[in-house]
């Protein structure tokens, strides 16, 4: 096992064919976009389901809560299960999941439907480190940036997707039906990964028990500068990701926006999320990835202590402040994926991955409910960004010291 902060990782098999690059990377975003699409189907149906299900609309927040607390414990196991089964075969596994929990959620059983969430969460926290070890066998180093965040770019163009398709196409043929045809591509792409080329041979003779093997994979991760680093970055950029998403449209409305006006620049603040990931993604492999990081953490702050201010700018500027803010925060998952892949050996990939992903769940887990809470205390949300704006500069500052310090260390 290689911990070194620097691994070069290039060196340790032959380039690539552009080939098995261009289809992993096909099957793994394909898989992301699966994957998001199926943990929010019922966000942009909420208030048509819910009746079914006896409940308030509200309570699909408390859904997603559950598939992000599920997904942190199945990613601190998914190396394990990883190195014992092999990544194509977890991909599997994550769609097999996704495909029974949409089936179980057409029972409209609240009761089913939880235990659905907690199978999607299985499915979620298992894929990313699955397809982290897919693409970093075949990703030559100078690119891998730019390749893991086009695969990260399937997380909001599954938003997009769940908040689009389904409002529409639920009221026409039945939001059952809607699910159960959503399962279909699920099961499909898990006949694509039979025949993925060249997976990476599984070790059957790894240990079974999880726990010790999370402790190992933590210890790799924080025994690592860099890998711990980057850890730190997760949870703190996550906690601000997935926030400016929860609360975007009802900042606006606060601030006397329409819901309609409202909902169009949330969308416009998700679509500039998937722009932001591609585009930091090829800047990261120029720039280096602590440093790309670094930078996002800087504009994300800026951008937080203009919203503070938001009333006082012009409706368009407003727009653009959010926009490049959602550019930031959520384009940075990319850069720092790639960037764990740097610091171990091919075969550690997917360890890595499960491991610093962890704190990336908590901090999603953590950052919507922080900031509901100081809403409650003050009443504003300008006030809130404010008051958490310095989890941007933490980051920036993590991250521009580890940059400063490779560079003075080669």
Known sequence: MQTNSDVDTSSSAAPARAD????????????????TTTALVLTGIAPLVAPDFGLDAHWVGY?????????MFASASAGTLIARYGPVRIEQLALVCYAIALVMLISANPWIAAIASLVIGIGYGVQNPASAQILGKVTPRHRRSLIFSIKQAGVPLGGVIASLAYPALAPEIGWRLALALTAIPCLAMIAVLARHPDPPAPDRHVRGNLVANFLSEQRLVWGNPSLRVLAMLGMLYSSLQLSISAFTVSMLV???????????????????GAVGRISWGAIGDRLGGFRVLSLIGLIATGCMVAIW???????ALQVSVLCLFGFCMTGWNGVLLAECTRHVGPQDSGR????????????????????????????????????VSWIAGLGALLAGRMARRRSVGK
């Open 254 to 272: 606060d601030h006397g926006w329409t819901l309609v006006a409202a909902g169009f620049v949330a969308g416009a603040v998700q679509g500039w």
């Open 352 to 387: 890595v991955i499960g491991g610093v992903l962890v704190y990336t769940f908590l901090g999603v887990m953590i950052g919507p409910a922080a900031l509901a809470l100081l809403y409650e205390a003050c009443g504003d949300y300008g006030t809130t960004f404010l008051a």
């Open 309 to 315: 201010r938001l009333d006082d700018l012009p409706v």
């Open 20 to 35: 098995s690059v261009a289809h992993a990377l096909a099957t793994t975003t394909t898989i992301q976009i699966l994957s």
């Open 63 to 71: 859904q997603i809560s559950a598939i992000y607390a599920s997904g």
